[in-house]
Antibody
Framework: EVQLLESGGGLVQPGGSLRLSCAAS????????MSWVRQAPGKGLEWVSG????????FYADSVKGRFTISRDNSKNTLYLQMSSLRVEDTAVYYC?????????????WGQGTLVTVSS | DIQMTQSPSSLSASVGDRVTITCRAS??????LNWYQQKPGKAPKLLIY???SLQSGVPSRFSGSGSETDFTLTISSLQPEDSATYYC????????FGGGTKVEIK
């Protein structure tokens, strides 16, 4: 059974940093691209960042480029999102998402999400 | 970047009704279009991928169609458990979601 378990969310002040983690199980983690998708309170879904499975190519939404860094540790079956220079508008539930194959594919499994609140 | 526009933003229908949600891409995306269902407080769930392929375990009353720029999600006979928000997503390039359609039961 595929499981994605996010952690690391919480309250942080504007300008601060936070690292999210996603522990994956139930599939060969290194084979699949992974992404982070966020949802601000009462709003729709926004893709944030993605990383390929084999060669660690990374991609970012313009809204987070230069501030967020996605990475993965295939030996630990874990996906990360390092967030810095956080803004109030980064407040959202962040979902760890598995791609069905490559980055140009659908998202077949989602974690339960972790809430990040940016506020003074 | 490719923009995705869904319509309507919300709808209310009765149990047993046929419901249609549309999604339009700002440029051609072939059939790289996926649909998700999200219930309050829950993570989204994949319904349809590749414009018309039904994800395993999804009831057959859900179907998808379309290509290039215009796509449709249809619920053939609306059930109470279908009350949710539905999102389209293109996977042709940098992923992007539509704004969502909230479906309510009358």
């Amino acid at each position: 059974e595929v499981q994605l378990l996010e952690s690391g969310g919480g309250l942080v002040q504007p300008g601060g940093s936070l690292r999210l983690s996603c522990a994956a199980s139930g599939f060969t983690f290194s084979t699949f691209a992974m992404s982070w998708v966020r949802q601000a309170p009462g709003k729709g879904l926004e893709w944030v960042s993605g990383i390929s499975g084999s060669d660690d190519r990374t991609f970012y939404a313009d809204s987070v480029k230069g501030r967020f860094t996605i990475s993965r540790d295939n030996s630990k079956n874990t996906l990360y999102l390092q967030m810095s220079s956080l803004r109030v508008e980064d407040t959202a539930v962040y979902y760890c998402v598995k791609a069905s194959t490559s980055l140009s594919s659908w998202f077949d499994y989602w974690g339960q999400g972790t809430l990040v609140t940016v506020s003074s | 970047d490719i923009q995705m526009t869904q319509s309507p933003s919300s709808l209310s229908a009765s149990v047993g009704d046929r419901v249609t949600i549309t999604c339009r891409a700002s440029q051609s995306i072939g059939r790289f279009l996926n649909w998700y269902q999200q219930k309050p407080g829950k993570a989204p769930k994949l319904l349809i991928y590749g414009a018309s392929s039904l994800q395993s375990g999804v009831p057959s009353r859900f179907s998808g169609s379309g290509s290039e720029t215009d796509f449709t999600l249809t619920i053939s006979s609306l059930q109470p458990e279908d009350s949710a928000t539905y999102y389209c997503q293109q996977s042709y390039s940098t992923p992007a979601f539509g704004g969502g359609t909230k479906v309510e039961i009358k």
